[in-house]
């Protein structure tokens, strides 16, 4: 029986016979692209967000280590979700093959120390609770 044997990022082995398989896709092939969703809270100026991570694209793409490892500088491409407790936006880029992790993740870490310096809060679920006491009563046991 001819079949494909695929090892997936978490290390796991796949065998699949290959008349089951109907399409393949590679991420890899020329260029590899990045797609962060980052959550800001509502409230946020999100003309505020766009021009700092355009800022941090363009300084992490003039950067000596990226120079050679990214095709395309940062950019923030706008509102993509409206979450329980966050506005999400999207930021893409492309990468040469096989950086786009570490490139994903040195980006993620610029991202949260520019929002920590200007401000910009990064939220996280929240519940509001209401505590309603009812009023004493006029029997005392």
């Known amino acids: 029986m ?3 044997v695929l090892r997936d990022v978490a290390g796991k082995v796949h065998n699949i016979p290959n008349g089951a398989i109907s399409s393949v896709v590679n991420q890899t092939q020329g260029w590899s692209r990045v797609v962060l969703h980052v959550g800001v809270a509502y409230g946020t100026d999100l003309g505020k967000v766009e ?3 355009n800022r941090l694209g363009d300084a992490f793409y003039a950067e000596a280590e990226w120079a050679d ?12 979700k409206f979450g329980a407790s966050e506005l999400m936006v999207r930021v893409m880029f492309k990468t040469v093959i096989f950086e786009q992790w570490a490139a994903e993740r040195a980006f993620n870490r610029r991202i949260k120390d520019a929002f920590e310096a ?17 009023p004493p009563s006029a029997e005392v046991a």
């Open 51 to 53: 021009q700092v991570i």
């Open 2 to 4: 001819r079949r494909t």
């Open 69 to 80: 490892k990214l095709e395309e500088p940062p950019r923030y491409i706008g509102l993509t």
């Open 118 to 134: 200007e401000g910009i809060e990064i939220p996280f679920a929240q519940h509001d609770v209401h505590i309603i006491t009812a």
